[in-house]
């Protein structure tokens, strides 16, 4: 069965970063295309991040370009990002996603690790 793990959510100051993880399984993790998709509270969700399964190449969301790094590690079958200059506004529980083709969408989610940025 498929199944994404995210880890590595937490409490942080603004300003500081966060290194989040979704450890994958039951499906060849390096064929697939992989997302960050963040959903704050009374919000709906929003895509964050995403790398291409062969390209390797990374798209982000305008709100957090320049401040956080989508990356993969096939060997590991897990996805990461990470997360710096954190802001309030980057509170939201996150999930990962794999992407299983560009006209369907996301087919399977993680249940998300929460990001908290407060003082």
């Known amino acids: 069965e498929v199944q994404l793990v995210e880890s590595g959510g937490g409490l942080v100051q603004p300003g500081g970063s966060l290194r989040l993880s979704c450890a994958t399984s039951?499906?060849?993790?390096?064929?697939?295309?992989m997302n960050w998709v963040r959903q704050a509270p009374g919000k709906g969700p929003e895509w964050v991040s995403g790398?291409?399964?062969?390209?390797?190449?990374?798209y982000y969301a305008d709100s957090v370009k320049g401040r956080f790094t989508i990356s993969r590690d096939n060997a590991k079958n897990t996805l990461y990002l990470q997360m710096d200059s954190l802001k309030p506004e980057d509170t939201a529980l996150y999930y990962c996603?794999?992407?299983?083709?560009?006209?369907?969408?996301?087919?399977?989610w993680g249940e998300g690790t929460l990001v908290t940025v407060s003082s």
């Open positions: 996603a794999r992407l299983l083709s560009s006209w369907y969408g996301m087919d399977y």
């Open positions: 039951g499906f060849t993790f390096s064929t697939y295309a």
């Open positions: 790398i291409h399964d062969s390209s390797g190449n990374t």
